[in-house]
């Protein structure tokens, strides 16, 4: 997973570029970044938004929460996930390319992110065997969860 120091200098890359985009990095588009940077996982809107809302200070609106993602979406700073819920998740994109996979419960809707060097490596041979340029990739596992296949 995730190291505190990529996370960290995930922050100092996303305000670098917000400046170099000329924009504001106050507000909504800060509390966002500071959010992603500590999560494990993707997020909705609306969760960034109703965590956002539990911290203190002011709380920006949904509005302002899905301005500021779709910023820092545009400018490369953060992945819209698509894991087949019809709602959009996003979490931060690591400029050393640093990424996880999804594990979708279809019962509970629990995601959990997946790290694995396997699949990783396994991916890179096809792409050379194929003689592919790869710019991107995703993989999500739907299924039950752990919790819900004992039920």
Known sequence: ?????????????????????GLR???ARKAVVDLLARQDCCLSAQEVRDALNDAPGATPGIASV??????????????????????????????????????????????????????EDALHAMAERLRFDVEAHDITLHGRCARCARR
């Open 66 to 119: 899905y301005r500021a993602l779709d910023t820092l979406t545009e400018l490369h700073l953060v992945h819209r996930v698509d894991l087949g819920d019809q709602v959009a998740k996003y979490e931060p994109a690591y400029p050393g390319g640093e990424h996880h996979h999804h594990a979708v419960c279809r019962e509970c809707g629990t995601v959990t992110p997946i790290a694995d060097t396997g699949i």
């Open 25 to 27: 990095a106050g507000g």
């Open 1 to 21: 997973m995730t190291t505190d120091h990529e996370r960290t200098e995930w922050v100092r890359h996303a305000d670098a570029a917000i400046a170099a985009a």
